[in-house]
């Protein structure tokens, strides 16, 4: 008996010896290292201390500054034991913590893993910057398992849930919280308790609470920029959630990958999921066996389950080491697939910074991270060449799959327009241009093909002045010193003395007016495009946005420039029960209208009970949620007018109901919003509403032939057969037409009585004029000609120019003006062939409405002032002015942080100036070598001294 007791402990034993040598060098190693850490703990903590309390509001290059170039050469100047090469995240959080951050939704890119190691670890409350809700979306995951209980500032009687939340020890998040908090919540976020026995309470307002040490708060903002008050910020550790450009681009990519190749994208997410598993089971193993033989009693030989755990682990860690090594060989193969997709997740990324800073141009312009998903996944599915092509165009489709190269090309040209169109619809004409000359420019930065001086002189346009200027008769002390300006880049230094020695041929391109559309002098023609355009900036400001448009047309498409018309319809298709479309007021914009032409093709009326319109003002605000709540619960659509003239309803109720919309919504539901865009001194409309929404603009677009091309829209054939005299009928609609179109375009050359109004060259007052106007002068067309047997030109001109458009008229100019265009226009002359204006002729009355609207595409030459009677010199003031704007926005839109050619940051540029500043300025006077030199003070000697002394 005692022989086979014998052997079997020896058996166990060296089970158990064997069981344990594979951890022996393992475990050694980490002594070791512990020991040589033990020494250095207190830098090493200090370190990731200081990064949890003070690095969470700011971005990842900041973060990395702080460490590096702060915090970790003064630990090392103080002499305070560190770690070499230490990292925050080596303490802050390990490889099993990672994992599970990742099974729970966080995003794996570096910026993200900080801010989870940063929320774990911080002793105050978190409070997320998270305008792309990426955050929240983390904690909800997280803590769902827990009973976590969502609130919003803005419900009633939120405070009852704050407190059965810490009642129970349950996990509470507030979401979408605005810039002021309530004063109630102090205690609750500066954790202020009483000890009263062995209970713990806290007081909020009156009533006092037992807190469960258990609780734990979240707070977080859609606010991307928020101000809150230092105590909040003391009270509470911010947490900057704002995605990066590389963190969007590698959650995009698995978006593309997923679109096109959805079984790789499947192998990625279950490789990862299962290295996570991995990691964590072996830290789960590695625990459960140190704390066995921690807390092993009496004779271990006798712990024959310690023993078979001790082999279970060690076996399932040889094979988890081996099935480790597979995936990462399989991870390489998987990644270098999915990489042939990077540029479109990379364009993709690109835009969205773009549109994301779009409100610096107006605070109207804000969009959501899912409402921009689910539009790229449009673009890819609306993309050609692909295995099914059912969403795509009928005119685009190609009928076959193309090569994947191919593809990738057309995948990034179609996501990127349609995402631009997207936005634009929702732009205001003014920015337009501006949006896709910044698009062009983030496009040729990516490609390294923007070079960052020149691109900086032509969104500042520098002068330099105190240079004589030979040229005086042609070329002006402005202009001339942006020519010295110019000179000091590489490829612009002979530009000066090239003007003075070709002067002539200078001069005439000066004075061409469109020199956009002819050569440079002598070889300054083969210059690149882009370098073109700084001398457009320099000599010819007033042509530089006719210069950018070309440009942009040349790098990625007319398309990109040319204003497409209010569609509702095309729009609507974007839109979902959760997604509500917003439309900006113009004059004369009837959106009512619009949308009732809209559901009457639908079959949503008002007659069936599926249509409810509530125009807002003081007491609407209860009917309009009550027609709300209907439609969302029983379907049908629900038009609010004029939401800006109820702020606080829309910014309160209103705006707490939308963040939730998609939430049991009927499927026929829909919601349409208008309001006008708020002075920037009132109070904006909401911010989640904004990026919720479908935004669209209805104003006349810039240019004289769009303005005429969507006037015409506004008829269609079956109206211009409606008359029994159509030839008649469809030469005076286009005048009509044209005439409209030109009253809205003059106002651009100046309109007097607007506020910094200079110039009233196109109108004394401002007046609205709209498309009613064009559709009510076209039905009186219509009845006076069935009513006549000659066209009665002097009733028309008079029913024209004295009722319909004379009626918004109240200054006497003007009606002289808008008269002097009706008898150019509505004459005998025109039927038999009127020219509009020099080398555009009416065209002829056989044509029907689509071919009319090509003959305008075909024939109408390049706008000059004189299409509106006005001298050639009549636009360059307007011009400048568009230029100087045009610059300006752009100089807004630009990156804040220096990131290679992209841009300065704003300390670089403030440095430039300074530097330049102090080399230009003189040096100081030498005052005691000037009062030794002085004979006699007399009173002219003492204020040159004095003057003197200001100077230096």
């Keep these: 008996m005692q022989a086979e007791k014998t052997g079997r402990k020896a058996q166990l034993a060296d089970r158990l010896v064997n069981g344990l040598s594979g951890e022996n060098k393992r475990w050694g190693q980490t002594i070791k290292k512990m020991e040589v850490t033990g020494g250095k703990l207190i830098g090493d903590v200090l ?37 070499d090469g230490i990292k925050p995240l080596d303490l802050l959080t390990d490889d099993t913590a990672r994992a599970k951050w990742a099974n729970e939704g966080l995003p794996i890119d570096p910026l993200s893993v900080e801010n989870g190691a940063i929320i774990t670890n911080a002793s105050r409350w978190p409070l997320m ?50 810039i002021d908090i309530d004063a ?162 990379s364009r993709g990324s690109q835009v969205y910074f773009l549109i994301d800073n779009l409100n610096a141009l107006d605070r109207v312009y804000h969009y959501s991270m899912a409402n921009y998903v689910a539009i790229l996944k449009k673009g890819m599915d609306t993309t050609p060449g692909g295995k ?35 936005v634009a619809q929702g732009l205001f004409e003014r920015h337009k241009l501006i949006v896709a000359t910044q698009l062009c420019m983030a496009v040729l930065r990516s490609k390294g093909e923007l070079q960052r001086d020149k691109f900086e002189f032509l969104l500042r346009g520098p002068k330099e002045m105190g240079v004589d200027n030979p040229l005086t008769e042609w070329v002006s002390e402005s202009v001339w010193g942006s020519v010295q300006a110019l000179k000091e880049l590489e490829d612009y230094a002979s530009l000066p003395d090239d003007l003075v020695g070709s002067s002539k041929r200078w001069k005439e391109w000066m004075e061409l007016e469109r020199p956009e559309d002819e050569p440079l002098p002598g070889d300054w023609k083969r210059m690149p495009e882009f370098d073109r355009l700084l001398l457009f900036r320099a ?51 009837d959106v009512a209208g619009s949308v009732e032409s809209l559901g009457s093709k639908l079959g949503v009326t008002s007659d069936a009970g599926r249509y409810v319109s509530v125009s807002l003002g003081q007491g609407q605000e209860p009917i309009a949620m009550n027609a ?23 910014s309160g109720p209103l705006e707490k109901r939308i963040d939730k919309l998609a939430e049991g919504a009927h499927a026929d539901f829909r919601l349409f919003l208008s309001a006008e865009p708020p002075p920037a001194l009132e109070r904006g409309l909401p911010i989640s509403l904004l990026q919720n929404s479908i935004k669209l603009t209805n104003e006349p677009p810039e240019g004289l032939r769009p303005n005429l091309r969507r006037a015409y829209n506004q008829f269609n054939e079956e109206i211009l057969e409606s008359c029994a005299k159509q030839a008649e009928f469809r030469t005076i609609i286009f005048a009509l037409c044209y005439f409209h179109a030109a009253l809205l375009e003059r106002k651009k050359f100046g309109v007097g009585n607007l506020p910094g109004a200079t110039s009233g060259i196109g109108w004394n007052m401002n007046y609205p004029f709209n498309t009613g106007d064009l559709l009510c002068c076209g039905q009186c067309a219509v009845n006076y000609l069935e009513n006549n047997v000659k066209v009665p030109w002097d009733d028309l001109r008079y029913i024209f120019g004295e009722i319909m458009y004379g009626g918004h008229i109240v200054e006497d100019w003007d009606r002289r003006l808008a008269n002097a265009y009706l008898f150019n226009y509505f004459n005998e002359g025109l039927l038999e062939g009127l020219e509009m204006f020099p080398s555009f002729m009416a065209p002829p009355n056989s044509l029907n409405h689509r071919q009319v609207l090509e003959y305008i595409d075909e024939t109408m030459p390049q706008e000059t002032p004189v299409a509106f009677g006005l001298h050639p010199n009549a636009e360059i003031g307007f011009k400048l002015r568009e230029a100087e704007t045009f610059c300006n926005s752009l100089v807004q839109l630009q990156p804040r942080e220096s990131g290679g050619e992209g841009g300065m940051s704003k300390e670089e540029k403030a440095k430039m100036v300074l530097d330049d500043l102090g080399d230009r300025l003189p040096e100081q006077f030498d005052m005691e070598d000037i009062r030794s030199r002085v004979d006699e003070v007399t009173p002219y000697v003492m204020v040159a001294i004095q003057v003197q002394y200001q100077h230096n």
């Excluded at 976590?148 to 419900?155: D, E, G, M």
């Excluded at 799959?401 to 995402?419: F, K, M, Q």
């Excluded at 398309?559 to 018309?565: A, D, G, H, I, L």
């Design 539 to 589: 000599l010819r400001p007033d042509r530089l946005t006719a210069a950018m448009r070309k440009f942009v047309t040349n790098m990625i498409g007319a398309k990109y420039v040319t204003s497409q018309p209010y569609d509702l319809e095309r729009s609507f298709q974007d839109s979902a029960p959760g997604t509500p479309i917003l439309m900006f007021l113009s004059p004369g914009v």
């Design 129 to 178: 910057i998270d305008p792309q809700l990426q955050g929240i979306k983390w904690i909800k995951n997280r803590e769902e398992a827990n009973g976590l209980v969502i609130v919003q500032q803005s419900q009633p009687k939120y405070i009852d849930k704050v407190i059965h939340c810490i009642e129970n020890g349950l996990p509470l998040l507030f979401e979408n919280l605005p």
């Design 388 to 422: 099914d092509e059912s969403n795509v165009a009928q005119a685009e489709r190609l009928g076959e799959e193309v090569d994947l190269e191919r593809r990738v090309e057309l995948l990034v040209e179609t996501t990127c327009y349609v995402i631009f169109n997207y």
């Design 47 to 83: 370190l990731a201390a200081a990064f949890v309390s003070y690095a969470g509001p700011f971005n990842m290059l900041l973060r990395n500054q702080l460490v590096e170039q702060r915090w970790r050469p003064d630990l090392i100047e103080r002499s305070i034991p560190m770690t």
């Design 628 to 650: 709300l709540t209907n439609a969302h619960k029983n379907g049908g659509w629900v038009l609010l007018q004029n939401i800006h003239l109820t702020i606080d309803w829309t």
């Design 184 to 345: 109630v919540m102090d205690p609750v976020l500066g954790k202020s308790t009483v000890k009263r026995g062995r209970n713990t309470i806290m007081k909020i307002g009156d009533a006092e609470v037992e807190y469960d040490p258990k609780f734990r708060l979240y707070l977080q903002t859609k606010l991307a920029n928020p101000h809150y008050k230092p105590e909040i910020a003391a009270q509470t550790t911010l947490v900057n959630f704002c995605v990066t450009e590389k963190g969007l681009e590698d959650q995009l990519l698995a978006l593309v990958v997923d679109h096109e190749r959805p079984d790789l994208q499947e192998q990625a997410a279950a490789l990862v999921r299962q290295l996570a598993e991995y990691t964590i089971t072996l830290k789960e193993l590695e625990d459960s066996l140190l704390f066995r033989l921690a807390n092993a009693q009496g004779d271990i030989l006798e712990d024959i389950e310690l023993i078979e755990n001790l082999e279970e682990t060690k076996r399932t860690a040889v094979e988890i080491e081996e099935k480790v090594k597979q995936a990462k060989i399989t991870e390489v193969s998987i990644s270098k697939a999915r990489e042939v997709y990077r540029p479109v997740a």
